[in-house]
């Protein structure tokens, strides 16, 4: 796929907004391997092959196994996840996918009862990063999916 154009250099004002969303979603004090499966598991649900490729090597390179991996699209019957990955999941899944009637009651309850008020702020925006970072990544066809390498 060919890329239709660069965001990083049409808009860099832009792309340093999104960059610093990302900057404060990664010192906000959640646990980055719950990071991790919620990006994944957004950019499973938005079909965006550059941020799956992206976040599973990061998650990998931080110890996060294969089989979680793996299991991540069907993690509600999964037994290795554990309640406050389930909840962040499930509060993932219900952002992601904003219907008509919004954010349930219920999911909200269950979210809540595993995150802070704080936390559970923190948690929202870092799934509306990875959404817009999914919407940036398939909008403009950039870049290759399969490129990343996880620095260092």
Known sequence: MTARLEPEKA????YHAMLSLEKYVRGSGLEPGILHLIKVRASQLNGCAFC?????KEARADGETEQRLYGLS???EAPYYSDRERAALEWTEAVTRLGEHGVPDDVFARAHAEFTDKDLVNLTMAIIAING?????IAFRSPEP????VPG
């Not at 808009?11 to 832009?14: D, N």
């Not at 799956?52 to 599973?56: E, F, G, P, V």
């Not at 970072?133 to 990544?137: C, F, K, L, T």
């Not at 399969?146 to 390498?149: A, C, E, L, N, V």
């Open 146 to 149: 399969g490129s990343y390498r």
């Open 52 to 56: 799956l490729d992206m976040h599973t």
């Open 11 to 14: 808009a860099p004002a832009a």
């Open 133 to 137: 970072w999914n919407r940036i990544a």
């Open 74 to 76: 069907a993690w509600r």
